[in-house]
């Protein structure tokens, strides 16, 4: 087939995989990455707020002398956010 051929006539849907697995453009490729992607995020963002819960059980087990060695009060523990990736470097 030509160019010709692609642009003027209908592809069914085989003949359309043939033509993006030989442009290197194969969907389940696409679609498996996305789906990476998403797991990878997500497990991510889980074990962010894992560690971020066992940081504040952390600071809530410190003596008030301990955290104010450290610059934080006892009431000012809870409005603590966890850090963002970019903040993590």
């Known amino acids: 087939m030509s160019a010709m051929d692609f642009s003027t006539k209908a592809l069914t849907t085989n003949q359309a995989c043939e033509v993006s697995n030989i442009l290197g453009h194969p969907k389940r490729t696409r679609w498996s990455e996305r789906l990476s992607r998403t797991m990878i995020t997500l497990f991510d963002r889980l074990v962010d707020g894992l560690d971020h819960g066992?940081?504040?059980?952390?600071?809530?087990?410190?003596?008030?002398?301990?955290?104010?060695?450290?610059?934080?009060?006892?009431?000012?523990?809870?409005?603590?956010?966890?850090?963002?990736?970019?903040?993590?470097?």
Request: hydrophobic share 40%; glycine share 6%; aromatic share 0%.
């Open 54 to 89: 066992r940081e504040m059980r952390v600071l809530h087990a410190m003596d008030d002398h301990m955290l104010a060695d450290i610059g934080i009060a006892r009431c000012d523990i809870d409005s603590i956010k966890p850090r963002s990736k970019v903040e993590q470097g």
